[in-house]
């Protein structure tokens, strides 16, 4: 009754695209982000990001700033800001992030000799003769990460990383979550958001 039935299924890649939603689909995308980042994408990924930024009029218009109505409101207008205003997000943490520099000039000298160390370090030879010890590149890098680790540990920059997070959490969340979505324009690819009743 029972026969053995072999499928050979051939080798390759199956791709099985899945609709991720809410906070699923923003882990995915910072997954991808940071995998551009590692292959050296930062900086055009950051100016791509600014060339969306909205008008600051529409971003700070207070009469656009009202509570939701309900907890499943709340949360379609939250991630739906996020999207729309996420390179005046983006700019209001660089500010922040600039501010917490110029306010504290050991972490700016910090930041700096941090800075052209490196520069110097990548155009320097791939070995380093001091004294007996012969270094790598690999462990240049080490040793500059472990000198500029102590610089910035020294200058405070872990009370100033804590702060321009927890500022920039704080300004987005009460952002995002009291500015009315609806007075947003609607995309071509989205949907309105439906009043439930």
Known sequence: MSENVNIDIPAGEMNATVDKR??????????????NIRNGAGPALVMGALSTR???????????????ASLPRLTRRFYRNVEYFQANYLIVFLGLFAYCLITSPLLLIAMVASFFGYRKLTSGPNTLKIGNWELSKTQQ?????????????????GAVLF??????VTVVALHASFFDAETLPVAEDQFPIIEQV
């Open 141 to 157: 890098y080490g040793v500059a990460a472990g000198c500029s680790m102590a610089l910035c540990w020294l200058a405070g920059a």
């Open 54 to 68: 909205r008008p600051w009029t529409q971003f700070v218009a207070t009469e656009n700033f009202k509570p939701p």
């Open 163 to 168: 702060w321009v997070l927890g500022a920039t």
């Open 22 to 35: 809410g906070l699923q689909k923003y882990v995915t995308e910072i997954e991808l982000l940071l995998q």
